[in-house]
């Protein structure tokens, strides 16, 4: 008898510790995974395709922006205007600092 309890205390405290060793991992994803995901973003931002990618989409909008008549003009200016807001000015070629310069000014 004393067998069968001490095997249940043992099978109690593994499956205790099993769960409590499940949920730390649990808290420690959560904990964790945000500042990972920072930095991966972060390191993202950083590199070399993505900022080559958002310079010519952006080149892109201004060229679409360029050769829209006046009435598309109005509707593509608010598309382009947030595109570039995400976009940091320092890293913009000057030709689209200006442009967007332009677009930010009224002009």
């Known amino acids: 008898m004393k067998e069968i309890f001490a095997a249940l205390v043992v099978m109690f405290w593994t499956l ?3 769960v409590g060793l499940t949920f730390l991992g649990y808290e420690s994803y959560a ?4 500042k990972y995901r920072a930095v991966d973003n972060a390191v993202f931002k950083e590199s070399e395709q ?3 990618g958002m310079v010519r989409d952006l080149e892109n909008l201004q060229l679409e922006y360029m050769n829209a008549d006046a009435s598309h003009k109005d509707a593509l200016r ?3 205007l947030h595109r570039f807001s995400v976009y940091p000015e320092d890293k913009m070629p000057p030709n689209l600092r200006n442009f967007y310069n332009e677009l930010r000014s009224g002009k």
């Open 31 to 34: 904990y964790f995974a945000p």
């Open 78 to 80: 608010a598309i382009v």
């Open 50 to 52: 993505y900022n080559d």
């Open 16 to 18: 205790l510790i099993m």
